[in-house]
């Protein structure tokens, strides 16, 4: 295999495990794993829709995004290793591709991990920005991946993703779409539009409020979407697991292809 090759066998790799979490999360909500009921709050007069049960997402979801996760990173710090192999020296025991928390960190310590590869290499790691302040998505990558080595990813699957746009808010979206129509163009079906989450909580459980309207806005049919999404406080919070992932491939699989000239 070629040096490329190799880089690409662990991101081809990261995206089967995404695949499997994309057909297991599509399973799960096939099984209706949400009971939402709305009752009048006496005092307001406003209905509350809320959890009245939830199921547990399943145990494979999390394994497998800590698998996903680590072959994507691991994909870099592959390309580290051939960029030196390329250069015609020997990688070292910190041979790595440097993600770090802050600008001054990358600064003060990715030159042992870059050591070995050629200047124009080294340079093009830089322009990337490998830190929290200006790449949070490398970044996100990093951080939960050292993460997943030392306890398993949380996720959780009772993130409120949107709910049914109210009728109210409907008519002002239609009043103000035919000030401004021009003869002939369709009419949107505002009510199979969803909107933002009323209530935003990303760890839903029995009892929980996710939507709050007054009486006139009530109605029977009103849906609500839901994500499997992480719960990693200050890293990864109330972001959609399967999105995220698919950035992270993609990231990783942009990088690598940029490097490819390199090898």
Same mark, same amino acid.
């Given at each position: 295999?070629?040096?490329?090759?190799?880089?690409? /066998?662990?991101?081809?790799?990261?995206?089967?495990?995404?695949?499997?979490?994309?057909?297991?999360?599509?399973?799960?909500?096939?099984?209706?794993?949400?009971?939402?009921?709305?009752?009048?709050?006496?005092?307001?007069?406003?209905?509350?829709?809320?959890?009245?049960?939830?199921?547990?997402?399943?145990?494979?979801?999390?394994?497998?995004?800590?698998? /996903?996760?680590?072959?994507?990173?691991?994909?870099?710090?592959?390309?580290?290793?051939?960029?030196?192999?390329?250069?015609?020296?020997?990688?070292?025991?910190?041979?790595?591709?440097?993600?770090?928390?802050?600008?001054?960190?990358?600064?003060?310590?990715?030159?042992?991990?870059?050591?070995?590869?050629?200047?124009?290499?080294?340079?093009?790691?830089?322009?990337?920005?490998?830190?929290?302040?200006?790449?949070?998505?490398?970044?996100?990558?990093?951080?939960?991946?050292?993460?997943?080595?030392?306890? *398993?990813?949380?996720?959780?699957?009772? /993130?409120?993703?949107?709910?049914?746009?109210?009728?109210?808010?409907?008519?002002?979206?239609?009043?103000?779409? *035919?000030?401004?129509?021009?003869?002939?163009?369709?009419?949107?079906?505002?009510?199979?539009?969803?909107?933002?989450?009323?209530?935003?909580?990303?760890?839903?459980?029995?009892?929980?409020?996710?939507?709050?309207?007054?009486?006139?806005?009530?109605?029977?049919?009103?849906?609500?979407?839901?994500?499997?999404?992480? /719960?990693?406080?200050?890293?990864?919070?109330?972001?959609?697991?399967?999105?995220?992932?698919?950035?992270?491939?993609?990231?990783?699989?942009?990088?690598?292809?940029?490097?490819?000239?390199?090898?």
């Amino acid at each position: 295999m070629s040096r490329i090759e190799l880089i690409q /066998a662990k991101l081809e790799r990261a995206y089967k495990h995404i695949s499997d979490i994309d057909a297991a999360i599509r399973l799960f909500f096939e099984s209706s794993p949400y009971v939402i009921v709305a009752k009048q709050d006496q005092q307001t007069g406003d209905y509350v829709s809320y959890v009245e049960s939830v199921r547990d997402v399943p145990a494979d979801v999390p394994l497998i995004a800590g698998d /996903a996760i680590h072959n994507i990173r691991s994909a870099l710090d592959h390309l580290a290793w051939q960029l030196v192999l390329s250069a015609g020296n020997i990688p070292g025991p910190s041979t790595s591709f440097p993600i770090f928390d802050s600008a001054t960190e990358y600064e003060t310590r990715s030159e042992r991990k870059v050591k070995g590869m050629r200047q124009a290499a080294i340079d093009a790691i830089g322009a990337l920005k490998p830190y929290k302040t200006e790449n949070r998505l490398l970044w996100q990558l990093h951080r939960l991946d050292i993460i997943d080595k030392h306890r *398993m990813v949380v996720t959780t699957g009772s /993130a409120l993703k949107a709910s049914t746009i109210m009728p109210s808010v409907r008519d002002k979206l239609l009043e103000a779409l *035919m000030a401004r129509r021009l003869p002939g163009e369709p009419i949107p079906d505002y009510k199979s539009l969803r909107g933002r989450p009323h209530v935003i909580n990303y760890a839903l459980k029995k009892g929980d409020i996710i939507h709050r309207v007054p009486e006139s806005d009530m109605e029977d049919d009103a849906k609500f979407a839901f994500e499997i999404a992480f /719960a990693e406080s200050k890293v990864a919070e109330g972001e959609s697991v399967i999105q995220t992932l698919y950035q992270f491939f993609k990231l990783a699989d942009q990088i690598v292809a940029g490097f490819e000239p390199m090898l």
